[in-house]
């Protein structure tokens, strides 16, 4: 008995240390945790990508609160309607979490390797450059997901008649693809790229520094600092990429109008019209939602 008990550990940890399950890991556990995390925070991302969209094209537009639109939503339908798109960022999570974080490993892993065949370390250089890389890649990667998270969450700002009323991500993929051509599944690819690597330049970066700041300078305990640093490193990452965040929503949930254009051409001409039409500061409406959905990350 003692033998098959002893024998059966070794297998799975032979299974647990085998390359190729190494290998797989860091994306597995990456994919799980992100799509644990979205489905807790599913409902304050409704609520930014609706206060992005608010008084689009007017200055003066309405300026609703999270509140207000958490109520709107209820009051027009029902508790779950704030969990709409939630079959699109689970799966936005799966290819987008889980390829940064595998990227990341993977391109740690190496050079961490190089370094140590050469007798050195590496540093916050090599870290900052391994997140940004593996951001960007991912969030290639992933946004078709996004796309249609985004056009799932919008739906229900168009009037009944012309709603589109997707019944999941993978219907939602299929229609937009048929309609609008496979390449429309990468609208607002570039202001995505920018956002992810924003966004992991701001958590590494002052993530990093806050924490060593705080153990030279205070008596936190280390769980204190932990947290402390990351609520620090939320509010950069936040204030970093929310305006790349909010043009990639805004291209994203646009579609052709009776003419065959579009409001916004690019990433720039989405920057230059809502600076001029709606004001520098619409960039960062929705800030402490925002601020409130990414901290956690950090």
Request: charged content about 20%.
């Amino acid at each position: 008995m003692s033998s098959t008990t002893t024998s059966g550990v070794v297998d799975s940890n032979s299974f647990l240390h085998h390359p190729y399950t190494r290998t797989v890991l860091p994306f597995v556990n990456g994919g799980l945790a992100g799509m644990t995390a979205t489905t807790v925070i599913q409902p304050i991302d409704m609520v930014k990508v609706r206060l992005q969209l608010a008084g689009e094209g007017a200055k003066t537009g309405p300026r609703p609160s999270p509140i207000q639109i958490t109520r709107e939503i209820i009051s027009s339908g029902k508790v779950l309607d704030l969990y709409t798109g939630l079959s699109a960022g689970l799966l936005r999570q799966a290819v987008y979490t889980t390829a940064r974080l595998g990227f990341f490993d993977t391109f740690m892993d190496s050079l961490k390797r190089s370094a140590k065949s050469k007798g050195k370390t590496i540093g916050f250089k090599e870290r900052a450059l391994s997140g940004l890389t593996a951001g960007g890649l991912a969030a290639m990667v992933g946004n078709p997901a996004d796309l249609a998270l985004i056009r799932m969450q919008s739906d229900g700002l168009k009037p009944l008649a012309q709603r589109a009323n997707y019944t999941g991500v993978v219907d939602a993929l299929g229609r937009i693809a048929k309609s609008e051509g496979v390449g429309a599944l990468w609208a607002g690819a570039f202001p995505t790229v920018v956002r992810a690597m924003a966004l992991n330049f701001g958590q590494l970066a002052f993530f990093s520094e806050a924490k060593m700041q705080l153990k030279a300078h205070t008596r936190l305990p280390a769980q204190a600092q932990t947290l402390t640093a990351s609520a620090i490193a939320g509010f950069f990452a936040s204030f970093f990429s929310l305006p790349f965040d909010f043009v990639k929503t805004r291209l994203q949930k646009q579609q052709k109008g009776a003419d065959g254009k579009v409001p916004y051409s690019s990433m720039a001409d989405c920057f230059r019209k809502v600076a001029k039409e709606e004001g520098l500061l619409r960039f960062y409406r929705g800030f402490g939602t925002y601020y409130v959905r990414i901290a956690p990350h950090a």
